[in-house]
């Protein structure tokens, strides 16, 4: 079956430090995969998107590569911001799966 | 602005009550979908619908139950039976069933027992 492999937070960085969050996968077939973010108390946005091996997703300084060789969609951003505190979540939807399967989250803090 | 629109924001239910949940999209959207968030956790999917007057159950589908009766609108009911409800619940929609489209989300209705 499909799974989503996130790295564990909580993560907590200073203004402008680089942001990486880990995220590997299994699927069946060929994934599309996917970033969202949630903050406090609502639903959850799509942060972007990559449908095939070495696209690269990009949104508001995020970028995310699908790794078909290491089976992997890790997210980064080179200089994060107080307003970038959220919950990151990881995602997949493969094939005939109708919904998408998600990883636990990695909440990140960014202190002024 | 197109969007998903959940409500009541807040809910609170009494033992033996069912409680319906609204989700209405105005994105013209063909699936849509009922996830539960539990705190420090992932969405886990409850039922989702392809198209109107049909759905199927997802992960986690005992003690809830849906309708699709028009497109725009996937009503979820948490009945007396789901001895567990207190959680996130979130609706989403999308495109179409194709993997590579992705899912918007509401804003959420947060369900308490009393």
């Known amino acids: 079956g499909n799974s989503v492999t996130q790295m564990e937070g909580p993560v907590t960085l200073s203004e402008e430090a680089f942001l990486t969050i880990n995220c590997t996968y299994t699927?069946?077939?060929?994934?599309?995969l996917f970033w969202y973010v949630q903050y406090p108390g609502e639903g959850l946005q799509l942060l972007l998107k990559?449908?095939?091996?070495?696209d690269k997703g990009s949104n508001k300084g995020f970028e995310a590569t699908y790794r078909k060789e290491t089976t992997s969609f890790h997210l980064e951003k080179g200089s994060v911001q107080v307003s970038d505190s959220a919950v990151y979540f990881c995602?997949?939807?493969?094939?005939?799966?109708?919904?998408?399967?998600f990883g636990s989250g990695t909440q990140l803090t960014v202190l002024p | 602005d197109g969007g998903i629109t959940q409500s009541p924001k807040y809910l609170f239910r009494k033992e033996g009550q069912n409680v319906t949940l609204s989700c209405e999209q105005n994105?013209?959207?063909?699936?849509m979908y009922w996830y539960r968030q539990d705190p420090g956790q992932g969405l886990r999917l409850i039922y989702y619908?392809?198209?109107?007057?049909?759905?199927q159950k997802g992960d986690i589908a005992e003690g809830y139950s849906v309708s699709r009766e028009k497109k725009e609108s996937f009503p979820l009911t948490v009945t007396s039976a789901q001895k567990n409800p207190t959680a996130f619940y979130l609706c989403?929609?999308?495109?179409?069933?194709?993997?590579?489209?992705?899912?918007?989300f509401g804003d959420g209705t947060r369900l308490s027992i009393l």
């Open positions: 995602a997949l939807r493969s094939g005939s799966a109708r919904q998408l399967t």
């Open positions: 994105l013209n959207h063909d699936a």
């Open positions: 990559a449908t095939k091996a070495d």
């Open positions: 989403a929609s999308s495109i179409n069933e194709f993997s590579n489209q992705p899912q918007h």
């Open positions: 699927a069946t077939g060929y994934p599309s």
């Open positions: 619908s392809q198209i109107v007057n049909d759905f």
